[in-house]
């Protein structure tokens, strides 16, 4: 069974609420972030054009510019979803009420999708993060890539 312990949220994030669960018989510790500035990263141009050219690949754009997206694609949706309308308002009869029921259903099918997708590029940034948070309070090492292949297992 996990036992919470409520510990202070980080800097950045003061109305954010940080839970740390620690396992009753060893096992990882794992901390959550619920709400506050950490749930919807802002886009910080100065940290996004550092990401950008950090030629190590240490830090992640894609995390900074995902929000920025979302925000592109909400308003292009919005725009197009508005355009279709008034074409298909215009065309009068039966086509108007069928405007009515679906182009709102398909704003919100494309915008749905959309956001999966952005939330999918997220979850696989944050797992990268998460895991290489693990490694350094572990103390393991990350493998170095080597210019050999690995060695045939015997036949």
């Not at 003061?14 to 500035?37: D, F, I, M, S, Y």
């Amino acid at each position: 069974m996990l036992d919470p312990a409520i510990i202070p949220p980080h800097k950045e994030s003061t109305p954010a609420v940080a839970r740390k669960c620690r396992p009753a018989a060893g096992g990882v510790a794992l901390q959550v972030n619920v709400g506050g500035e950490d749930s919807m990263p802002a886009l910080d141009f100065r940290g996004y054009f550092r990401a950008l050219f950090d030629f190590g690949f240490t830090s992640y754009a894609t995390t900074r510019v995902v929000p920025a997206l979302y925000l592109l694609f909400t308003a292009l949706y919005s725009l197009a979803a508005l355009v279709v309308f008034i074409g298909l308002l215009m065309q009068g009869g039966l086509v108007t009420v069928l405007a009515i029921i679906f182009v709102p259903l398909g704003f919100l099918l494309y915008l749905t999708l959309a956001r999966i997708s952005l939330e999918l590029v997220m979850i696989l940034f944050r797992i990268g993060e998460d895991l290489h948070a693990l490694r350094e309070e572990s103390g393991i090492r990350q493998p170095r890539a080597t210019s050999q292949p690995p060695a045939a297992p015997p036949l």
